[in-house]
């Protein structure tokens, strides 16, 4: 007798049915990265044992906006385009874990369900969001990838505003920023049915199995944050610019590691 299938609910005879299928998961995007740096004690408040604060410049933040295609092993989502496409904004910090320096997502919004599914097994904390950005193109009033082109992005959730930017590119560069350059550090958590502790807790890390890139730039950022009832983005304040920057990338996820499992 063959059972329900699939590798995420919901699950059927088939497996036609699941939200998301097995990694490997390929992306192409465009990201557009704002760095700042807030009060440490912010970033602080967010790492839960046993991650504590990195040891150099622990206030600095990535706010990512991405615009992206995605698709499984046999790239069908690409020809469904509904299935490909969606648009995220997250935030990144920097934490430590035995003395290795790791990035680490605290806040993500994203536009599809699918896109949250992977989050959830990736222990990224998705919600659902409404993310634009500016596209380039080599035609008409759209930006060209060049010195002086401006793009700009929105975030918003719950109706409310939560972020606003606008990025002027003025050079090449060498890196896409520091910040979200290191494997991610991030729980897979789920709370017991009974309400008793966890059901699962999870360290883990995990990062790129693949990865290429276009030229990066680096430009200047104009950024707004804005509070709303339910959301904290705007406690991580800008207290000092540090960069912003552009690029076009590929990317591979297949798969992380176990770094240690809750008590």
């Known amino acids: 007798m063959i059972g329900a299938r699939g590798f ?4 059927s005879a088939t497996g036609r049915s699941s939200l998301i299928p097995a990694p490997p998961w390929h992306y192409s995007g465009d990201l557009l990265t704002i760095e700042y740096r807030t009060d440490p004690a912010r970033v602080r408040e967010l790492l839960p044992e046993p991650l504590d ?3 150099e410049d622990p206030g600095a933040v990535a706010l990512i906006w991405a ?5 499984g092993a046999d790239r069908a989502e690409l020809l469904d385009p509904v299935r490909a496409q969606y648009k995220e904004c997250f935030a990144v910090v920097r934490c430590a874990y035995r003395a290795r320096t790791y990035s680490r997502c605290v806040y ?3 536009d599809k369900d699918f896109a949250i599914a992977r989050g959830n097994h990736q222990g990224y904390p998705k919600k659902l969001g ?3 950005l500016t596209r380039p193109h080599p035609y008409g009033p759209a930006p060209r990838i060049e010195p002086g082109a401006a793009f700009g992005a929105t975030l918003a959730a719950a109706d409310r505003r939560l972020a606003q ?3 002027t590119l003025r050079e090449p560069s060498e890196t896409n920023g520091f910040v979200n350059a290191h494997p991610m550090a991030h729980h897979r958590q789920l709370p017991a049915i009974d309400g008793k502790g966890l059901a699962l807790d999870e360290l883990i890390a995990s990062g790129a199995a693949e990865f290429e890139g276009g030229q990066a730039w680096s430009g200047d950022a104009d950024l707004a944050l804005f509070d709303a ?3 904290e983005l705007a406690e991580l304040a800008v207290v000092e610019p540090i960069g912003a920057y552009y690029r076009q990338v590929g990317v591979t996820w297949n798969g992380g590691t176990l770094l240690e499992r809750g008590l």
């Open 8 to 11: 995420y609910p919901p699950k």
């Open 53 to 55: 604060m990195a040891p």
């Open 67 to 71: 615009d992206w295609q995605s698709c």
């Open 130 to 132: 409404s993310i634009h």
């Open 229 to 231: 009832p339910t959301e």
């Open 108 to 110: 993500i919004w994203v």
């Open 165 to 167: 930017a606008v990025v």
